[in-house]
């Protein structure tokens, strides 16, 4: 395999890799239009800590960040939905 391509994974994989950033993702599905703050709220979490995290998935190529006046919301991208269906095939199998 490339290297550039496994080093594309790895920024992947390693962007999905936690507990929050999971959360997230599965959030966003629900609804492309969460604010940082709405985030933070609805995962009952610092907001300073969301904000790490959606710059970590943002790294990592699995949301995009949309701003409107001082307000970022935040969506999937295809590569965020082919992730979060992996974890959710994953997670049925337990």
């Known amino acids: 395999m490339n290297e550039k391509i496994v080093r594309r994974m790895e920024r992947i994989f390693k962007g999905a890799g936690n507990h929050y ?6 959030l966003l599905s629900e609804n492309i239009d969460y604010s940082l703050w709405a985030i933070s709220q609805k995962l009952d979490a610092d907001f300073r800590t969301i904000s790490g995290h959606t710059e970590r998935l943002k790294r990592a190529g699995l949301i995009e960040k949309r701003h409107i006046g001082q ?3 935040h969506e999937l991208t295809p590569y965020g939905e082919k992730i979060l269906e992996f974890i959710k095939k994953l ?4």
Do not use: D, K
């Open 71 to 73: 307000t970022v919301y």
């Open 91 to 94: 997670s049925s199998r337990s």
């Open 21 to 26: 950033r999971i959360r997230i993702l599965m």
